[in-house]
């Protein structure tokens, strides 16, 4: 993968997959401390502590269609390459939190690519899910807790064109503001 | 912070959707579902589900839902797109570039040809 959001979206769908009902993706990118961070915290089925201690492990998914999972492993090759680790932590029954971190201006660090399109997505796709997207540069933030829109639209789906429209500006000029003003 | 910055806005934009849909219940809904699993993410999904809804808003569709799915296990067969017309059968998918994906919106969807050369036999 060449973007930090198509893993954002890749390690999402995970928490979609454990059933959770509230997604939070936060990605920060700290200018002073050279760090670019990302989280994604859900309340899913959890996995125990064996499952967490092997899921990193390319050899081991909860897929049922194919035996490798390659999704974390990568991430956290990803990361480690760049100064930088991945954690996951878990409790089966409460949810599963998992944190990456890179040395931000590391050569090797991936781009961070289209985060606007990558939350436009996850929100569409999944309109029972609640998300909250939080990303902020140095000072300068962006934040959506998509419930608010969610209720508001009750009854109309999201991938309606005007609905879409919103949607996407809403994303698009929020994001590019956020990285113009940093 | 940015945030939703006017709930009045959002309100009048419901209101104008639910005008549209009333005009287009008669034409039966239609499915997209985009495979998002680890596979189809890195053969290019997000880009297709983008294409699809690119073309929703563009050409201005009301009525059609997209979702995602995860693998389902063809994933040399990614991006793959799932298409469900109405009470037709489901019509599945492969290599679905933005640019099949927008064939697909407006030949199988917009005008009930399937676009042959990409789908996967059941």
Known sequence: MRELALHLLDIAENSVAAQASVIRIEVEEDIINDRLSMKIIDNGKGMDEEMVRKVTDPFVTSRTTRKVGLGIPLLKEAAETCNGSLVIESQVGSGTTLSVDFQRSHIDRMPLGDLATTFLNLMIAHPTIQFIFHYKVGIEEFFLDDSTIKKELEGVPLSEPVILNFLRNLFETGIAGVQSAA | ?122
Do not use: F, W
């Open chain 2, 1 to 122: 912070m940015t945030t939703v910055k006017s709930l009045e806005d959002l309100k009048k934009l419901r209101e104008l959707a639910l005008e549209k849909r009333k005009v287009k219940t008669a034409e039966g809904k239609a499915q997209v579902t985009v495979a998002m699993g680890t596979c189809g993410i890195a053969a290019g999904a997000r880009e297709t589900m983008k294409a699809v809804l690119d073309v929703i808003e563009k050409n201005n569709i009301s009525g059609i839902i997209v979702s995602q799915t995860g693998c389902i296990g063809l994933c040399e067969r990614e991006p793959i797109v799932q298409v469900t017309v109405g009470e037709e059968p489901k019509v599945t998918y492969g290599k679905v570039t933005p640019e099949i994906a927008r064939r697909i919106m407006t030949e199988h969807i917009g005008e009930g040809k399937i676009v042959k050369e990409n789908v996967i036999p059941a």
